[in-house]
């Protein structure tokens, strides 16, 4: 199975962390998520035959690198690979910093510039173990931890794109999908990010699939009894903090 690895190290301020994500974007769903999966259970979950080494990560924020998995050109094995966290559509002038499009919504993919497109040709899975939401107003808000109730790794529905200017290197870049949320989300946030079924890979990933009705209908709210959320911890809300303390009850 073949691999490619770039690091896309986060955009940074004077080495504060991320650019504009150095304290939780309260509003953006889904704007934080962890994996901490080992990778044998990463790899037998997305199909692949193996993957290297993974190092816990409970606090991944927009602009860091993702593990992204996509089809391999026309044929159906796939491939896993480092992206930014942000798509970079390959007809924008440079990355966008400040508000990198980590999100997009699964009912105006067809529609969107940036996404219509990646919709079409360039679908992936993006593993996780969990993410957070924040409930509450203002600066008292409360992060939750939101994960399968059997403690099962999944995959989000992901976008991808390659970003390449003249003489530069190429990035690759993605975003997560979004969908209207669940009895268990609801209270916390009017939007959930796309979880899939393991049915459902394939479909998602076949690059000779085009069509956005077909794809449109496994785009659906995850089962809440599947799911299960608690509070946690204001460690999160510092994207510059990645230790198991985040994911910690409160």
């Known amino acids: 199975m073949g691999t490619q690895t770039i690091l896309v190290p986060g955009a940074t301020d004077n080495g504060r962390g991320p650019v504009g994500f150095g304290r939780a974007n309260m509003s953006t769903m889904c704007g934080r998520f962890l994996l901490t999966t080992p990778a044998e259970a990463i790899a037998a979950l997305l199909g692949l035959e193996s993957l290297p080494d993974l190092a816990a990560r409970y606090n991944i924020a927009p602009t860091q690198p993702v593990g992204i998995v996509r089809a391999r050109s026309l044929a159906q094995d796939r491939e ?59 600066r008292n808000r409360q992060p939750h931890l939101v994960r399968l109730r059997d403690g099962a790794p999944f995959a989000f529905a992901g976008l991808w794109d390659r970003w390449q200017p003249q003489g530069q290197p190429a990035l690759d870049s993605c975003a997560i999908l979004t ?8 209270p916390l946030h009017d939007r959930m990010p796309v979880i899939l079924q393991p049915a459902h890979f394939g479909l998602w990933l076949d690059p000779a699939l085009s069509d956005s009705a077909a794809l449109q209908e496994i785009l659906r709210p995850y089962p809440a009894e599947l799911m299960e959320a608690h509070p946690v911890g204001r460690h999160v809300n510092d994207a510059r903090f990645d230790g198991p303390e985040c994911a910690q009850p409160a």
Do not use: M
Not at 90 to 109: F, G, M
Not at 179 to 186: D, G, V, Y
């Open 80 to 138: 896993w690979l480092s992206a930014r966290w942000g798509l970079v559509p390959r007809w924008s002038r440079e990355p966008a910093t400040r508000k990198p499009l980590i999100n997009a919504r699964s009912e105006d993919l067809a529609e969107r510039p940036a996404f219509r497109d990646s919709f079409k040709h360039r679908r992936c899975l993006i593993p996780a173990s969990g993410f957070y939401e924040w409930q509450g107003e203002g």
């Open 179 to 186: 969908t209207i949320p669940n009895e268990l989300i609801a």
